[in-house]
């Protein structure tokens, strides 16, 4: 690693003015579990300037107004898994938190990293998609909002322009008897990143009927999405079996349609349908 300027920010304003003269030549760490491994690869570019911003009270903090959760950036993976808000109403992303990496990964790494990385094995991701989630960002010169599903251009790449830094993740709270899920599968159990993963989120009426599903893959599509044509399969139908085996068999369908067929695509694509089938059971808590 290059020697590099080390700048602790102390507000949102400090940490913009500097993005604003440097651009692309300064780099913001939050918990650097990212960052650092990054710098420290043979040929990575070292930043003139590194920017951190957990020294920036106004990034902290998980909350609730209106309906929304308003989830700042610094937000450790370990304070969203324990977070009763998000336990309450956005169980799906308390899940994905959990499986983060190991206890230190989660105690360092931060929610706003996991999304300005952009990988396509951040695990936050397709919970926010799910739950639309949408994000702020801000400049010197201004701030600016948008759906996270738009947010995301390509694995490792995003909407972001160097100067600006992300300060909030707002959703609306999922309604009480929301029922959801996220699993993913790795190459082992512990400690691993996902190969494929699956967010949900189900609905269902009186009659004990799904009225609205939402199922957002990780690792499948070129960008994280609802999965609409599967969604659709479940809509005013009772969990079975069968049903959620459709719905798994229509994710990798679109999966294929996207990526075409490919090597791995023999692996993937029972896969990622029994993954679907396995998070909508397991959101529904149906005996199977
Ligand atoms: C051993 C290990 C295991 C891991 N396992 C997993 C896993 O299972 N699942 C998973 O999803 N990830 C995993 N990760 C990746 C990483 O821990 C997460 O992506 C984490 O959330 C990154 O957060 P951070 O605060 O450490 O980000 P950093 O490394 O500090 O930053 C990451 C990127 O985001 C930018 N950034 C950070 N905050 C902001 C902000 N507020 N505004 C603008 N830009 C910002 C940085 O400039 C950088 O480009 C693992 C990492 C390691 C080292």
């Not at 957990?54 to 609730?64: A, M, P, Q, V």
């Not at 998000?86 to 996991?114: C, D, F, H, M, W």
Request: hydrophobic share 40%.
């Amino acid at each position: 690693m290059k020697p590099f300027e080390y700048i602790s920010a102390k507000t949102i304003n400090e940490a913009t003015e500097v993005l604003k003269v440097l651009q692309s030549e300064a780099r913001i760490i939050a918990g650097g579990t990212d960052v650092l491994i990054e710098l420290r690869r043979p040929n990575a570019k070292t930043p003139q300037t590194i920017i951190d911003i957990t020294s920036i009270d106004e990034l902290r903090g998980i909350s609730e107004s209106n309906g929304s959760i308003i989830l700042k950036p610094l937000a450790t993976h370990t304070e969203i898994q324990k977070s009763n808000i998000i336990k309450k109403y956005a169980g799906l992303l308390g899940e994905a938190a959990s499986v983060i990496g190991a206890p230190q990964i989660r105690n360092r790494g931060t929610v706003g990293g996991n999304v300005m990385n952009a990988a396509t094995c951040a695990d936050t991701v397709p919970a926010l998609v799910a739950l639309g989630a949408d994000v702020t960002l801000q400049s010197v010169a201004a701030a600016r909002t948008m759906p996270i599903v738009d947010f995301f251009i390509k694995p490792y790449k995003t909407q972001a322009n160097p100067d600006e830094i992300l300060t909030e993740i707002k959703f609306q709270k999922l309604p009480r008897y929301a029922k959801s899920s996220f699993i993913k599968l790795g190459r082992r159990n512990a400690l691993s990143i996902s190969r494929l993963s699956v967010a949900t989120i189900l609905l269902y009426n009186d009659a004990g009927k799904i009225i609205e599903a939402r199922i957002v893959p990780g690792a499948a599509l070129p960008v994280w999405q609802r999965v609409t044509e599967a969604e659709q399969i479940l809509i005013g139908e009772k969990p079975s079996t069968k049903l959620f085996e459709a719905a798994g068999k229509k994710v990798s369908e679109v999966m294929i349609s996207f990526t075409g067929r490919r090597w791995s695509t023999e692996y993937k694509e029972p896969v990622i349908g029994a993954l679907v089938r396995r998070a909508l059971e397991k959101a529904s808590n149906y005996n199977y």
